[in-house]
Nanobody, 117 residues
Framework: QVQLVESGGGLVQPGGSLRLSCAASGSRFSVYAMGWYRQAPGKQRELVARIISGGRPNYADSVKGRFTISRDNAKNTVFLQMNSLKPEDTAVYYC???????????WGQGTQVTVSS
């Protein structure tokens, strides 16, 4: 069992930056693929970025060059650095942990990111 707790969301002006954190409890954090998803009102949840230990991260086209995902396995934490934020980045951001088998997924409670002037 893995519990995920996100933090770092908030209100920011266009062009600003935020850093999201996701702290995971439980063991064997390093084996999980960690991802950030987001869901805007009236839209489906979408993948923003994903990272596996020792692998290259992948990103949604809409955030490439602006967002950076990273993980610290020693601290059981995954981060999402978001720069050059746009109003269309406004959404609830969710942290996800996917087991190597692909059959088990864990979700955090979500953190609101609002980009507005």
């Amino acid at each position: 069992q893995v519990q995920l707790v996100e933090s770092g969301g908030g209100l920011v002006q266009p062009g600003g930056s935020l850093r999201l954190s996701c702290a995971a409890s439980g063991s064997r954090f390093s084996v999980y693929a960690m991802g950030w998803y987001r869901q805007a009102p009236g839209k489906q949840r979408e993948l923003v970025a994903r990272i596996i230990s020792g692998g290259r991260p992948n990103y949604a086209d809409s955030v490439k060059g602006r967002f950076t995902i990273s993980r610290d396995n020693a601290k059981n934490t995954v981060f999402l650095q978001m720069n050059s934020l746009k109003p269309e980045d406004t959404a609830v951001y969710y942290c996800n942990a996917a087991a190597p088998s692909g059959t088990v997924n864990y979700w955090g409670q979500g953190t609101q990111v609002t980009v507005s002037s």
